[in-house]
């Protein structure tokens, strides 16, 4: 074991690897010495739940952000797509210097919550209920006089109006969405004030937060000082891995094509997709209801799509309203046609709005993962030799594959967390 540990860290110093990598190194140690009789996935597990989560790299220091309370809607949209994040944590301007980290964040406010907050302030208030300073209904009138609603139902022809660009145009540049704080929203948050990991708890329960429980980041906070350590994300664990190739224990999993791992998940017949002419709020609305992260957008009548609308895309409606005031109706297609052109004048590439990412079923775990990684994207569309969508791989999909969860393995972890409410607007 010495002799080999030691050809291991002569190798290191030849070819230095990444800080990602190293962890990729303690689970080839361990799993030397894991007992003969133990299936892959379970040297795997036993691996991960002896690395503690303080393993895990430091975050980029410009993804490591927080957003004071009394920041603004406005201020917040735009700190997140500065950063390039979907979320951030909120940081209670008014606690004390003491405070414990549960009483120094009121929350974690997700960019889309804000669009979607936002837009349903614009509904006309219940012909059941009184009208209320916070329904909206001034500021529905403020908006090209559209009293419409924007609610979580599917959005029909009629709605066209709603979905205009001078409708976000006018959203931006309003009072109401520059003058309502973070903090006035707090109740929408997804967590209260948020699951969070301590620095001892285990690369098995970070890497299940984020495949079986559905969370895109995990903050790992530090006790001592009340606050925030590092915030693993799905695409860090992504990168991580990526960083890993050549070790043992990754090569022995990561040449296992898809098919032969139960992926896709999702078959074509399942995929939540939105077609070409429908308004592109109908996209987002998708998502939030499904709870997915990203939609296909179809042509008309057929099975191959001419593009790919992301959560995080929501940010184009409200940072860059000024590059649909020309469209009338903001279409799925005009979305992506708009952004791919908003970008390449900033010199940027349009991975979003390139059309989709795709794989084959006999591509390979490790050419998968190298191909999230390179294109820093959140899904894969698996298609035949036709272009024809066959199902979708996402990120949390892949690290599933990686661990599973143990009977009872929780225990009473989630005890004192609060979920989101079930009347929760965001």
Known sequence: MASLQLRREDSMQESPRSPEAQVGMKVEDLWDVQEPQLTSTEKLNACFESIPVSAFPPAPSSQVIEIKSNASLAEAAQLLAQHKLFSAPVVNVDAPEDATWIDRYIGIVEFAGIAVWILQQSEPPSPRSPSSPTNG?????????????????LLGNEDGAVTSGNFFEALTSSDFYKNTKVRDISGSFRWAPFLALQKSNSFLTMLLLLSKYKMKSVAVVDLGEGKIDNIISQSAVIHMLAECAG????????????????????????IIMVYEDEPVLQAFKLMRKKRIGGVPVLERGGKKAMGNISIRDVHFLLTAPDIYHKYRSITAKNFVVAIRNYLEKQNEKPVVASGLITCKRDHTMKELIMLLDSKKIHRVYVVDDEGNLEGVITLRDI?????????????????????LPANSRV
């Open 137 to 153: 209904t001034d500021f529905a009138i403020a908006v090209n006089g559209m009293t419409s609603a924007v609610g979580l139902g």
């Open 247 to 270: 070790l043992q224990w990754f090569e022995r999993w990561g040449t296992k094509r898809l098919s032969e791992i139960g992926l896709p998940v999702m078959s074509s017949d399942d």
């Open 399 to 419: 690290i599933s594959r990686l661990v599973h969860e143990p009977r009872g393995y929780f225990g009473d972890f989630f005890d004192g967390v609060l979920p």
